[in-house]
């Protein structure tokens, strides 16, 4: 049986290797979350006296653990996302640029607007500079080209509940480059159990404890589905479904939006809105009286509603699945509609 | 037909390591082992014959064996 189990930990591994363009499935190392993924780069690497450039869009798992490390000695910088104009981004961030960078970290996607920062020039200006460069997948992995190659990230950070359709609870953090952050727990790993230090061969050096095995099965069938439905077909359906609900709420009276039209490549697939003077968090409760499953609220992710002009209410966050159909949308539409009114 | 043990340590690595060397047409079946010395350590347990050439692949493919027993 124990067998069977690390035979099912392999296939996982292996199959989100090959998604993220890996050469082995060593470098992919499972997490207790996109959070601990995330921490784990970030304090595994930074030291006091190092600089980190972020987006003005992060989630809290990025600026919380650099909120402490700032209080440490790391300096942090915060660059400008501008939507759609990957060359004023990239100056943002150039311009923030200074002897002791040590790390630019992103977030492939806003987890509130959907925009998504230019990640690959940015880790070709990583490249040029010879600093680290990380990305946030979790709003992006699956249904955008998220991989070491098209990044050229250091390290990609993922949650296995969002776009690879797994259960919550686990976390993939991908090693792209030569670069090994330090762990942050240490502890068993089912090997050389008799060594007082902890394993340095990939994966257990990162990978303490006993890992979740139904997640990490779960895992395991949501990428296979995702690979097998195709990752553009999946973010084709799902931005049809979102680009429809904006063209619907844009014309509607007394609802709010605050970007472009999502389109490939500038956005992913979800929306952001508000209805009346609502707050968000009034306005998802309106619609689950209806049957409608929104997010409202500051999305753990106040930075980014700063940057949008929502820190005061927040928004209602509408992000579709490749199960989502066009007739849900449809009545989301007329669910706001009828919110709106009231 | 004598064995040998090609131990590897981690369960990644040693089920990377059988799957490089079955692509290679070698048979290698994995071993879980106590080390006195190191505690648990995967291990591929292939023929005799075989292991110099097994040891080879692996090191081409970034796998390193710590070491070559006999079969226990």
Known sequence: MAEAADRALYSCRSRA?????????????????????????????????????????????????LHWLKQKGVEVSRAHVTEGDAGATLRSFERELRAGTKMIFCTCASNVSGVMPPTAELGELCRQKGILFGVDGAQAV??????????????????????????????????????????????????????????????????????????????????????????????????????????????MPGVTLYTRCPRPGCHAPLLSFNIGDLSGSEAAARLAETGICVRGGFHCAYDAHVSLGTSQRGTVRAAPSMFTTHSQAEELVRCVRAAASR | MTMKMLIIGSSTRTMRAQELLMHKGIAARIRRLDDPSEGCVRALLVEDGQAGRAKALLAEGGINVHRVDDKR
């Open chain 1, 142 to 251: 699956g249904t955008e080209n998220v991989t070491a190659a098209s990044t050229g990230a250091d390290f990609i950070c993922a949650p296995a509940h969002k776009g690879l359709y797994g259960i919550m609870g686990l976390g993939l953090l991908a090693l792209c480059g030569e670069s090994r952050p330090l762990p942050l727990a240490r502890g068993g790993t089912g090997s050389l159990s008799a060594l007082r230090e902890q394993p340095e061969a990939l994966p257990d050096f990162y990978e303490s404890g006993t890992l979740p095995m139904p997640a990490v099965c779960a895992l395991g069938e949501g990428i296979r589905a995702v690979q097998q439905t195709g990752r553009e077909r999946i973010r084709n359906h799902e931005l049809s479904i979102v680009t429809y609900i904006y063209e619907e709420l844009r014309r």
């Open chain 1, 17 to 65: 290797a090959e998604l993220f363009g890996l050469e082995q499935p060593e470098g992919l190392i499972f997490t207790p979350g996109c959070t601990w993924a995330i921490n784990t780069v970030l304090c595994g690497c930074l030291k006091p006296g190092d600089h980190v450039i972020i987006s003005d869009l992060e989630h809290n798992a990025v600026v919380r653990p």
